[in-house]
């Protein structure tokens, strides 16, 4: 069973927000959530993570909803080097597993 | 630092043949983990390790065998390979929450 679900896909126009949305309704209180984003033909890179309150980095923001399950990554501006698949992941303190979802490809339109 | 490696990053075998897929990484990270990926989905875990020495199944071990005997490298063995693996293979290492992945090795089962 997916432990996250994403909607397949997104666009974004160029220098606008993007708000990438997660369910992850099964989570437990000390389950992680990590986002990573992957470009073709090369592996996952690392985006931002959280546990409960919300994060921010240079790269985004992750905003976690209150009961946690549910979280949203969003990029400020997007740019077209942004255009990627973006993985929400759950880490399960059981073990360091990483469970990704099936991810939500998102193209910036110039 | 050249991160994580993958040797060899490309690789054809026929059905029953089996082959050992090398990761390396120079970070001195404790946990090491390969992942593998199918057209259109996300990364699923399929053996990891928390040092050396030590190895753990994933949510798909079936059919793979890892090893750990130095700190800086992790193997993925397929004893008999089946058309069913595959895949694009991933490894990575992790350190305070962040993975780090290798490029991938693209592996066809004929």
């Given at each position: 069973?997916a432990?996250?679900?994403?909607?397949?896909s997104?666009?974004?126009n160029?220098?606008?927000?993007v708000?990438l949305?997660?369910?992850?309704?099964?989570i437990?209180?000390?389950?992680?959530?990590?986002?990573?984003?992957?470009?073709?033909?090369?592996?996952?890179?690392?985006?931002?993570?959280?546990?409960?309150?919300?994060?921010?980095?240079?790269?985004?923001?992750?905003?976690?909803?209150?009961?946690?399950?549910s979280?949203t990554?969003?990029?400020?501006?997007?740019t077209?080097?942004d255009?990627?698949?973006?993985?929400?992941?759950?880490?399960?303190?059981t073990?360091?597993?990483?469970?990704f979802g099936?991810?939500?490809?998102?193209?910036?339109?110039? | 630092?050249?991160?994580?490696?993958?040797?060899?990053?490309?690789?054809?075998l026929?059905?029953?043949?089996?082959m050992t897929?090398?990761?390396?990484?120079d970070?001195?990270h404790?946990?090491?983990?390969?992942?593998?990926?199918?057209p259109?989905?996300?990364?699923?875990?399929?053996?990891?390790?928390v040092?050396?020495?030590?190895?753990?199944k994933?949510?798909?071990?079936?059919?793979?065998?890892?090893?750990?005997?130095?700190?800086?490298?992790?193997?993925?063995?397929?004893?008999?390979?089946a058309p069913?693996?595959t895949?694009?293979?991933?490894?990575?290492s992790?350190?305070d929450?962040?993975?780090?992945?290798?490029?991938?090795?693209?592996?066809?089962?004929?």
């Open positions: 069973d432990k996250t679900t994403q909607p397949n997104m666009e974004s160029e220098e606008e927000p708000h949305p997660c369910n992850h309704s099964t437990s209180g000390t389950d992680y959530i990590h986002w990573y984003r992957q470009l073709p033909s090369q592996g996952p890179e690392y985006v931002i993570h959280g546990l409960t309150s919300n994060v921010n980095n240079r790269m985004a923001s992750l905003a976690i909803a209150e009961d946690r399950k979280s990554l969003i990029l400020h501006r997007a077209l080097r255009a990627a698949v973006y993985y929400c992941i759950l880490e399960l303190n073990g360091n597993q990483f469970y099936t991810g939500t490809s998102l193209t910036v339109i110039p | 630092n050249a991160g994580v490696t993958q040797t060899p990053k490309f690789r054809v026929k059905t029953g043949q089996s897929l090398l990761c390396a990484q970070m001195n404790e946990y090491m983990y390969w992942y593998r990926q199918d259109g989905m996300g990364l699923r875990l399929i053996h990891y390790s040092g050396e020495g030590t190895t753990a994933g949510e798909v071990p079936d059919g793979y065998n890892v090893s750990r005997l130095k700190k800086q490298n992790f193997l993925l063995g397929l004893e008999s390979a069913s693996q895949s694009v293979y991933f490894c990575a992790s350190y929450n962040e993975q780090f992945f290798g490029p991938g090795t693209r592996l066809t089962v004929l």
